[in-house]
């Protein structure tokens, strides 16, 4: 994985990758949180990469980009789940969340959620 972040630094699923990999250590470096915002910023339509950099940027205290990103999943009208779920953190986060319970929940993000949608699936 290494390697091919070296061949393909800006791949958002290596970034993606990598990122998931620091979360099993310790706390992430702001680097390492930084590769979850790359993997939005190059993989824009994934939601699972919208939602881990909603959490990184949250995480960062970087309130207007956590923002933009969760307004991202609740503008997306093919996924009421991923809209719930970024209308529910943004309730949290006017409130106040401890930076241990964002890790906590980027640690939790399953990257691949068993009802995931691709944008090509004609919902047959």
Do not use: C
């Not at 990122?19 to 979850?36: D, K, M, N, Q």
């Not at 779920?85 to 949290?92: C, I, Q, Y």
């Amino acid at each position: 994985m290494i390697q091919a972040a070296i061949l393909e630094p800006d791949a958002p699923g290596i970034s993606y990758a990598l990122f998931r990999v620091e979360l099993l250590g310790t706390v992430p470096t702001e680097r390492s949180v930084a590769r979850a915002i790359n993997a939005w910023h190059h993989g824009y339509d994934v939601p699972a990469f919208t939602r881990m950099a909603a959490l990184a940027h949250a995480w960062l205290g970087e309130a207007s980009d956590a923002y933009q990103a969760f307004n991202t999943l609740i503008r997306d009208g093919r996924n009421p789940e991923n809209a719930a779920w970024a209308t529910s953190w943004l309730a949290r986060l006017e409130k106040g969340v401890p930076q241990d319970e964002l890790l906590t929940a980027m640690r939790g993000e399953n990257p691949a959620p068993h009802r995931f949608k691709s944008w090509t699936s004609d919902g047959r």
